[in-house]
C-alpha cells in the first residue's frame, strides 16, 4: 500500500508501485489538467506536477516514489493563485493551442514560491522541461515576469478597451484552458465508453500474407477486433486523392509504415493496447522505395498508376535558358530540405459515439466537414448520419488536416454500439500522420548588370511519401511561389509529387513556400555577392509591388507589403554587423481554380448569449478570438456573451483550416451575417431578437488555374514578410527582427504570438529540425531526437506589424499563420554566409563558431 497526499486530500494506493503517476492521476482520480504529450519519454512537460515542492514529469514517476509524499496538480492551487497564473498567461497571449499551458502553469508556480522574482535568464533556465510548439516562447517568459510582478502586489495589467478589431482582446477560453478546465479529446470520456487501440505495419513495403487476430480476441477485456474486411464502404480516404486504406487487407502490400492492419476495441486502453500487440502478422518483406529522386524510374511501383502524383509546370516570359546565357551575373545549386515532423504536442484522438443510425464524431481535425465525408464514406452513409463537433486542438500545423484516427473511431463505434475513444502515443503519431515534404530543388538565377532579376530557371522534387495527401498541391504551390517575393520577367518551373515507401506527407505550415524560399534567397544572395550589389538594395528593387508578376504569372494590384517590410528593416540592416536578410510570400486562400467559402450562422440564444456558427478549426491560431472580434466590431455586442461553436448540425460549412484563410473567410461572412443583426439592434434590445439566427457567406471563385489562358489569378491574396537574422561574434543568433505584412491586424497579441512561433519554428527547420528515416521508418520515435527548439535557445524576437490593406480582406486583413517562417531559414543561411563564407545548400545547416 502507497500512502501520498493528493491536493491536500490522503489516497492510499494499493495498484502497481511502478504504474506512472500520470496515468493514475487522469485514469483513476480524473485529473485531466495534467497532459500526456510524449508516452512517458519525459520530453515535454505537459504531465509536470508538483512533487515534495520540485517539479515533476509525472509520466515518468512511478508511483512508488510519492510514497509518503505531496503532489499538487492545478486543481490543488488555491483559487486566487490559479487564477492569477492563468490570467498572467492569458493577458500575455501565451496561450495558443494550451495543450502545454497547463503544465507551465505549474512549474511558474515553483518557480514563483522558490524565487519570487526571478530574471529572464533564470525563467528560461527553469523551462527546459517544457515544450511549447506554438508560442516560441517569449510570450510565456513575458507571462511568467507578470505573475511574479502581481503576486508580489503589483497591479494586473490593463484590459484593451478596444473589444473589436485592433484591439488586444485575450484569446478565447484562454483562462480555462491556460488552468487546464478546456477539455481536449482526450480529456473526454461518457458511460459505457470503450477503448481502441491500432497495429501498424512493422514495414514499410511488405505483402500481408496473413493477420492472425486470435491471440488479440481472447485477451482480457477484448470486445471486438476490426481488419479491413469490416469496413462497410469505400476503405480508401483522401482529401484529394482517395488512395489511403483505413486498413490494409490480407494479400495486399503495405505502402509505408503508417498503415494499420487491425484495431482493438477494449474495457481500457491498457487492455486495447495489450492485445494490438498479439495480433500477429506474416509479411512477405519485400525492398522499399526511399529516393524519390529514383521513384519515376523506379521498378517498384508504390501504386499502380506508378509513382508520379503530380507534376506541375509553369513557362511564361521566353526562353529560359537563353536568357540565363546572356545574364550578367548567374547563380545557380542545388538545394536540399528535410523531412520534418509537426511535433503538435497533443498527439491524435477521437471519441464516436453511435447516434440514431449513423455517428456522432468528436474530432481534432482541421476540418469537421471534410471529417464528415470521409467518415460517411467509409461507413457507406449519407452525410447527414455523422455529425462531428470540433474539439480546439492541441495543435496541428497542417498534420491534421488528413483522416488519421477518426475513420477508425467511427467504424469501431458505429459496429460496437457503443462509444469509442482512441488515442494515438507519441511513437504512433510519428509512425502516422503525414509530415513535411522533403525537397530537391536545383535553381539557376540570373540578373543583368543593374541588379534586376532576368529568369528563374526552377526544378523541384518532392517527396510524398506513400500516400497523395495534398503533395499534388504543396508541390503546386511550391511552383508558384519559386520565385519568391521577386518579380521575375521570365520563368520555366517543374514541380514534380513523387511516391515512395516512405511516411506520407501533406500540409505543414508553410505548404512547400519555405522550402523555395530557402533556394531562392539563397540565389539571390549568391548574384549580391558575384555582382557586388548591396543586399538590401536588391531586393527593394526586385521586390513585388503593383503591377509585377509573381511566379505563377498573376499580376498584382494594390495591396503589395515587401518594399514596406523591407523599409523598416533599412536602418536595422546597415547598422547590423554580420546579419542575413530575406523576404518571402505566403498566399491566403488554397485558390489557383479551386474555390475558398464560408458561411456563419449568429444565433442569438438570449440576452445573455450569443453564439457564432463556423466551420474552422481553433488550433492556437486565434480563429475563435478573431471571430468575436469582427462580431464586437460590427455590433458593440459585450464579448462576454458570445460562445463559439463548430458543429457540422450547424451546417455552417467551409473547408480545410489551411492556407492561412480563416480570418479573411471567418471575417468576410460574419461582417456579412452581422448587417441584419446591426440593423434589428437599432430597433429592439438584444432580449427581444432571442431565437433568431443571422446568416453570412463569402465566397471567392475567380481564382485560375496555373497555366490556364487568359489572365492569371492563383490567390486572392498574399501576405508578406522580411526577417534579418543577426549574429554575434561566434556565429550564434544573436536577434531576429521579422516585418510582417498582415494587413489590417485584427488582434496585435495574437499576431504577435504567430509570428514568434514560426520565427521559432523557422529556426529550427533551419539549423536543428529532421525526421531521419531508415528502410522508410523513422529512425527515432522520440519526441526528444527532433531537433526542437527550447525556450533558453530562443533568441529575441521583434516582431514589426505593417499594415498595408488588402482589398479582399476583412478590414484589409491577410492571413498571417504560415508566413511567419517562410523567410527565417534563408535568412540564417544568408547570415551564416557572411559569419564564415560557407554557402550552406542544405537543411538543416551545420553552424561554424569561431574560436574565442
Not at 495486399?252 to 494490438?276: F, H, I, K, M, Y
Not at 510524398?464 to 495534398?470: D, H, I, K, L, R
Not at 465566397?699 to 490567390?715: E, I, N
Request: aromatic residues 6%; charged residues 25%.
Amino acid at each position: 500500500m502507497i500512502s501520498f497526499e493528493l491536493n491536500g486530500q490522503r489516497i492510499e494506493y494499493s495498484g502497481d508501485d511502478k504504474c506512472p503517476l500520470l496515468g493514475f492521476l487522469r485514469e483513476e482520480m480524473g485529473i485531466t489538467s495534467v497532459k500526456d504529450g510524449c508516452s512517458g519519454q519525459g520530453a515535454c512537460g505537459a504531465c509536470l506536477v508538483e512533487l515534495n515542492g520540485r517539479p515533476a514529469l509525472s509520466c515518468v514517476t512511478p508511483m512508488r516514489k510519492v510514497a509518503g509524499g505531496r503532489v499538487v496538480t492545478l486543481e490543488g492551487l488555491p483559487d486566487e493563485l490559479r487564477r492569477t497564473l492563468g490570467q498572467a498567461f492569458a493577458d500575455r497571449g501565451a496561450v495558443q493551442c494550451g495543450f502545454c499551458t497547463p503544465g507551465l502553469l505549474m512549474r511558474t508556480k515553483i518557480l514563483l514560491q522558490e524565487n519570487p522574482q526571478p530574471s529572464r535568464q533564470e525563467i528560461l533556465e527553469a523551462l527546459k522541461l517544457n515544450l511549447c510548439r506554438c508560442t516560441g516562447y517569449l510570450k510565456i517568459v513575458e507571462a511568467i515576469e507578470t505573475a511574479a510582478a502581481v503576486l508580489a502586489g503589483g497591479r494586473p495589467p490593463r484590459a484593451d478597451p478596444n473589444r473589436g478589431i485592433g484591439g488586444r482582446q485575450e484569446k478565447y477560453e484562454a483562462w480555462e484552458t491556460a488552468v487546464g478546465r478546456r477539455p481536449f479529446v482526450a480529456d473526454l470520456s461518457v458511460p459505457g465508453m470503450a477503448f481502441a487501440a491500432l497495429a501498424f505495419s512493422a514495414h514499410a513495403r511488405a505483402r500481408v500474407r496473413k493477420i492472425d487476430t486470435a491471440g488479440a480476441e481472447a485477451m482480457p477485456g477484448v470486445l471486438r477486433v476490426f481488419t479491413a474486411a469490416d469496413v462497410p464502404g469505400e476503405r480508401r480516404t483522401g482529401l484529394i486523392v482517395a488512395d489511403w486504406p483505413l486498413m490494409v487487407a490480407e494479400g495486399e502490400t503495405t505502402r509505408s509504415g503508417a498503415d494499420v492492419l487491425a484495431g482493438v476495441v477494449a474495457a481500457s486502453e491498457a487492455e486495447a493496447r495489450a492485445a494490438a500487440a498479439t495480433v500477429r502478422v506474416e509479411y512477405e518483406v519485400l525492398e522499399p522505395l526511399t529516393d524519390p529522386l529514383e521513384a519515376e524510374a523506379s521498378p517498384v511501383r508504390v501504386h499502380d498508376k506508378g509513382n508520379l502524383l503530380e507534376r506541375c509546370v509553369i513557362r511564361r516570359g521566353g526562353d529560359v535558358d537563353s536568357l540565363l546565357a546572356a545574364s550578367t551575373f548567374t547563380a545557380s545549386g542545388v538545394f536540399r530540405t528535410p523531412m520534418i515532423e509537426h511535433a503538435f504536442l497533443e498527439t491524435e484522438a477521437a471519441l464516436a459515439l453511435p447516434e440514431d443510425g449513423g455517428v456522432r464524431l468528436y474530432s481534432q481535425g482541421q476540418g469537421v466537414y471534410e471529417d464528415r465525408r470521409q467518415v460517411a464514406s467509409l461507413l457507406g452513409l449519407a452525410e447527414e448520419k455523422v455529425r462531428v463537433i470540433q474539439v480546439a486542438c492541441g495543435g496541428a500545423f497542417g498534420g491534421k488536416e488528413d483522416l488519421t484516427v477518426q475513420g477508425h473511431a467511427a467504424l469501431f463505434a458505429f459496429l460496437t454500439r457503443r462509444p469509442v475513444r482512441l488515442r494515438l502515443s507519441r511513437p504512433e503519431s510519428l509512425r502516422m500522420h503525414p509530415k513535411r515534404h522533403p525537397f530537391v530543388m536545383e535553381y539557376a538565377l540570373g540578373c543583368d548588370g543593374a541588379g534586376r532579376l532576368t529568369a528563374l530557371r526552377a526544378r523541384i522534387v518532392g517527396d510524398s511519401g506513400a500516400y497523395a495527401s495534398v503533395g499534388a498541391k504543396v508541390l503546386e504551390r511550391a511552383a508558384g511561389h519559386a520565385t519568391g517575393a521577386y518579380h521575375v520577367p521570365a520563368v520555366d518551373i517543374e514541380a514534380r509529387a513523387v511516391y515512395t515507401n516512405n511516411p506520407p506527407c501533406g500540409a505543414m505550415r508553410g505548404f512547400g513556400v519555405n522550402q523555395v524560399t530557402f533556394a531562392m534567397e539563397g540565389c539571390v544572395d549568391i548574384l549580391c555577392e558575384k555582382g557586388g550589389f548591396d543586399r538590401w538594395q536588391f531586393r527593394y528593387d526586385n521586390a513585388l509591388d503593383a503591377g509585377r508578376m509573381t511566379a505563377s504569372g498573376q499580376v498584382l494590384g494594390a495591396g503589395v507589403g515587401v518594399r514596406a517590410c523591407l523599409q523598416v528593416l533599412r536602418d536595422e540592416f546597415r547598422k547590423a554587423g554580420t546579419a542575413g536578410l530575406a523576404c518571402g510570400i505566403k498566399n491566403t486562400g488554397i485558390g489557383n481554380g479551386m474555390t475558398d467559402e464560408s458561411r456563419v450562422k449568429i444565433e442569438i440564444v438570449s440576452a445573455a448569449k450569443v453564439i457564432i456558427h463556423h466551420g474552422w478549426t481553433e488550433m492556437g491560431q486565434g480563429v475563435h478570438t478573431v471571430a468575436r472580434q469582427v462580431l464586437c466590431q460590427e455590433t458593440g455586442l459585450d464579448p462576454a456573451l458570445i460562445e463559439v461553436r463548430v458543429d457540422t448540425a450547424s451546417e455552417a460549412r467551409s473547408g480545410m483550416t489551411t492556407a492561412s484563410r480563416a480570418t479573411s473567410l471567418v471575417g468576410n461572412a460574419l461582417i456579412a451575417a452581422a448587417a441584419g443583426l446591426k440593423r434589428d439592434l437599432k430597433k429592439h434590445p438584444l432580449a427581444a431578437l432571442a431565437g433568431r439566427v443571422y446568416e453570412g457567406s463569402w465566397r471567392c471563385d475567380w481564382t485560375t488555374p496555373l497555366q490556364s489562358p487568359g489572365p492569371v489569378v492563383s490567390h486572392f491574396s498574399y501576405g508578406y514578410a522580411a526577417q534579418l537574422v543577426i549574429l554575434d561574434e561566434k556565429g550564434r543568433i544573436s536577434r531576429v527582427v521579422a516585418a510582417h505584412d498582415a494587413g489590417r491586424i485584427v488582434n496585435p497579441t495574437l499576431f504577435e504570438g504567430q509570428v514568434q512561433g514560426a520565427v521559432v519554428m523557422g529556426l529550427g527547420f533551419a539549423l536543428s529540425e529532421e525526421l531521419p528515416l531508415r528502410g522508410g521508418l523513422p529512425a527515432s520515435f522520440r519526441l526528444a531526437d527532433l531537433g526542437l527548439f527550447r525556450a533558453h535557445q530562443v533568441p529575441p524576437i521583434e516582431v514589426i506589424g505593417v499594415e498595408v490593406a488588402d482589398e479582399h480582406g476583412p478590414y484589409g486583413a491577410k492571413g498571417v499563420g504560415e508566413i511567419g517562417l517562410v523567410p527565417t531559414a534563408a535568412a540564417v543561411a544568408n547570415a551564416l554566409f557572411r559569419f564564415d563564407g560557407r554557402r550552406r545548400f542544405r537543411l538543416p545547416m551545420e553552424r561554424q563558431e569561431k574560436p574565442t
